[in-house]
């Protein structure tokens, strides 16, 4: 009998414990490579203590009854082999994310199979070991087929790493390669120094080293509310849908939280989503709540618990305000609920029912509890092809901007035009703007588009005679989002001066909410493009509820009435009286007044009537492309 190297063996058992432990003693969300992580280290402390126990069995093998002598070693030897199954799966599963083959699949279920069949048998073949009439331990002639098999799944597994090694990080990809390349050359030596018992160590060391590269727990994690985070919540919908089994979610976000991070800090953010998180583990248990991003969670109610009732604590938790630093805070949930499988098919669907419908919940005055439905799913989906078309006509520079002339009352003649952008797409066709500009507001990509609609219309300054035609300046829409950037007058100017455009050939409009976002930025945006020579105007005047402020605190030169206050004085008194009223206070203010949305000569005469500046609308001219512009102002004027 060869004296066993143990020493080995031992070290490996305590690691193996020592990483078994600390997997429990932390808060690990049940992935299946978690799972798989916890079976591969369960497995190899088994193979290991019962590799120890073999070498005490076959050191008394004189003693010890030849069928106990069997029994263990039949248990190191499967045991053994599935270890190598466990990692082979293990990596199929890391590497492909569950998408994997049929034939990958039955690989490692026929390997283990074989080995089981082979390894139980052989005290009546003989085949992988046996005992002779001394009771000493022999191999038998199929005992190299279980390196070889095992072998064969180390080398497999190594073979999917680089394969999908896009799935992997390089650092993850190098661990896998070097360390399955490690057990290999362990496993060799095991096979040939029969005495030195290596593989177990190696093994242990791997699994070190997974535990570091590829089972942080911090993946599944969020540090700031110890809830499980958007991964975690992917990986429990992936798994419940691959189950087929039906489920019901409470998604809620705070619209107010930006106030507490803008006005209180960052910390007491931090600290009040703590806060709530804690206190929703409570309600639900810690494995049922997700916080995804800012303010957004997800629960899944677990037990008896139903989406109302999920509803009924929340409304609970947010009905009084809340004291933050001494500050009382009144938060309002945006909630919406979620049943699979209504109609999401996968955790993409279900992120972007979720997404879509909170937003609107957000947007809207009502903060009813809305159920995420196929129409949300439907605009989230346009909302997504919108953004890629946009994105690629940004990129080609295809907006169109296109002019609608706006009459001067005085001067009988069209002395301005409103640019107003335009977006047409091969496969959709004409996309409206109430459509497209909301979305590039809410995605930033309103920043890059307001320059492309800049620089067209100074090209169309430079190119041609407006002035020479009548027309004056030309007024262009600064959106909110615009408004908020500090370098926005110095980037105009620049623009104006590289087409070698005066700056009183361009009239700026922006509605009321632009001052609501930063008023020093908004104002000395404003003032640095008025002493260049611009002017300012008020858009959509009548469709918010502070104006009157702003035409107070704002330089303000126009005012441009929305159709919303003269369409209905078309037919109500009260109306015209509003209408009437509200043209005679710009005047008193001493403001050029522009209507909008003139659609008939009555209209037209009524306007002139009040004494206002000028009129845009249908009744004059559709917005035009440039080219039918010039065509049509130089047929009017």
């Known amino acids: 009998?060869?004296?066993?190297?143990?020493?080995?063996?031992?070290?490996?058992?305590?690691?193996?414990?020592?990483?078994?432990?600390?997997?429990?003693?932390?808060?690990?969300?049940?992935?299946?490579?978690?799972?798989?992580?916890?079976?591969?280290?369960?497995?190899?402390?088994?193979?290991?203590?019962?590799?120890l126990v073999t070498v005490y069995t076959l050191a008394h093998n004189t003693t010890i009854p030849v069928y106990v002598n069997y029994a263990v070693n039949i248990m190191y030897l499967i045991s053994f082999n599935s270890c190598a199954v466990l990692y082979y799966i293990y990596t199929l599963v890391l590497t492909k994310e569950n998408h994997y083959r049929r034939f990958e699949r039955l690989l490692g279920i026929s390997v283990l199979t074989i080995d089981i069949l082979l390894v139980?048998?052989?005290?009546?073949?003989?085949?992988?070991?046996?005992?002779?009439?001394?009771?000493?331990?022999?191999?038998?002639?199929?005992?190299?087929?279980?390196?070889?098999?095992?072998?064969f799944l180390l080398v497999y597994s190594m073979y999917l790493a680089l394969r999908y090694r896009r799935n992997l990080t390089r650092f993850q990809l190098i661990s896998v390669l070097s360390f399955n390349l490690l057990i290999v050359i362990a496993v060799v030596l095991q096979f040939v120094m029969n005495d030195m018992l290596l593989q177990a160590y190696a093994c242990a060391l791997f699994l070190v080293v997974v535990y570091v590269s590829l089972q942080n727990p911090d993946d599944y994690m969020d540090k700031a509310t110890g809830c499980y985070n958007g991964a975690a919540f992917n990986e429990t919908l992936d798994r419940l849908i691959a189950k087929k089994a039906p489920f019901k979610l409470v998604a809620f976000t705070l619209d107010d939280f930006q106030y507490i991070n803008r006005i209180l800090g960052i910390k007491e953010g931090n600290d009040f989503i703590d806060r709530i998180s804690r206190r929703f583990h409570k309600e639900f248990g810690a494995k049922n709540v997700y916080h995804l991003?800012?303010?957004?969670?997800?629960?899944?109610?677990?037990?008896?618990?139903?989406?109302?009732?999920?509803?009924?604590?929340?409304?609970?938790?947010?009905?009084?305000?809340?004291?933050?630093?001494?500050?009382?805070?009144?938060?309002?949930?945006?909630?919406?609920?979620?049943?699979?499988?209504?109609?999401?098919?996968?955790?993409?669907?279900?992120?972007?029912?979720?997404?879509?419908?909170?937003?609107?919940?957000?947007?809207?005055?009502?903060?009813?509890?809305?159920?995420a439905s196929a129409d949300a799913l439907k605009a989230k989906t346009r909302e997504n092809q919108l953004i890629h078309i946009m994105k690629q006509a940004v990129l080609e520079q295809s907006f169109q901007v296109y002019y609608q002339p706006l009459y001067s009352v005085k001067e009988k003649k069209f002395t301005s035009a409103e640019a107003l952008i335009r977006l047409i797409d091969k496969d959709l066709g004409f996309i409206p703007p109430d459509e497209f500009i909301p979305i590039a507001e809410r995605n930033g990509m309103i920043?890059?588009?307001?320059?492309?609609?800049?620089?067209?219309?100074?090209?169309?300054?430079?190119?041609?005679?407006?002035?020479?035609?009548?027309?004056?300046?030309?007024?262009?829409?600064?959106?909110?989002?615009?408004?908020?950037?500090?370098?926005?007058?110095?980037?105009?100017?620049?623009?104006?001066?590289?087409?070698?455009?005066?700056?009183?050939?361009?009239?700026?409009?922006?509605?009321?909410?632009?001052?609501?976002?930063?008023?020093?930025?908004?104002?000395?945006?404003?003032?640095?493009?008025?002493?260049?020579?611009?002017?300012?105007?008020?858009?959509?005047?009548?469709?918010?509820?502070?104006?009157?402020?702003?035409?107070?605190?704002?330089?303000?030169?126009?005012?441009?009435?929305?159709?919303?206050?003269?369409?209905?004085?078309?037919?109500?008194?009260?109306?015209?009286?509003?209408?009437?009223?509200?043209?005679?206070?710009?005047?008193?203010?001493?403001?050029?007044?522009?209507?909008?949305?003139?659609?008939?000569?009555?209209?037209?005469?009524?306007?002139?009537?009040?004494?206002?500046?000028l009129l845009q609308g249908y009744h004059y001219s559709r917005p035009l492309p440039e080219a039918q512009y010039l065509e049509f102002v130089r047929s009017r004027n």
């Open 120 to 151: 139980a048998t052989t005290p009546l073949t003989k085949l992988v070991i046996y005992f002779d009439e001394n009771n000493n331990y022999c191999h038998g002639p199929l005992m190299p087929v279980l390196y070889v098999t095992a072998l």
């Open 293 to 371: 991003h800012s303010c957004r969670y997800v629960i899944i109610p677990a037990g008896i618990q139903t989406t109302d009732d999920v509803i009924k604590v929340i409304h609970e938790r947010f009905n009084k305000p809340i004291s933050i630093c001494g500050v009382d805070v009144q938060m309002t949930p945006c909630m919406c609920r979620l049943q699979y499988p209504d109609f999401a098919e996968t955790a993409e669907d279900i992120n972007s029912a979720i997404e879509y419908t909170l937003k609107s919940v957000a947007r809207s005055n009502d903060k009813a509890v809305v159920t």
């Open 1 to 51: 009998m060869p004296t066993y190297i143990y020493e080995f063996d031992i070290a490996a058992a305590l690691l193996i414990a020592a990483l078994i432990i600390l997997l429990i003693l932390r808060k690990n969300y049940p992935s299946t490579t978690n799972k798989l992580y916890m079976a591969m280290l369960i497995g190899n402390l088994f193979s290991t203590v019962m590799d």
């Open 447 to 613: 920043i890059e588009i307001g320059e492309i609609v800049m620089r067209k219309v100074c090209s169309f300054l430079h190119e041609s005679d407006l002035l020479d035609l009548g027309v004056q300046y030309v007024d262009v829409n600064l959106s909110t989002i615009q408004c908020m950037q500090e370098t926005l007058a110095r980037d105009l100017i620049s623009i104006m001066e590289e087409y070698d455009i005066t700056a009183d050939r361009i009239n700026f409009e922006i509605t009321e909410t632009a001052h609501s976002v930063n008023d020093a930025t908004l104002r000395n945006t404003m003032e640095t493009l008025i002493r260049a020579g611009s002017v300012f105007s008020m858009d959509d005047y009548g469709t918010g509820f502070s104006t009157a402020n702003y035409l107070i605190t704002l330089p303000m030169s126009v005012v441009k009435i929305d159709k919303s206050i003269l369409w209905p004085a078309m037919k109500e008194e009260n109306a015209l009286t509003i209408l009437r009223h509200t043209v005679q206070m710009l005047k008193d203010l001493s403001k050029r007044i522009v209507v909008e949305g003139v659609e008939d000569e009555n209209m037209a005469q009524l306007l002139i009537d009040m004494g206002v500046d």
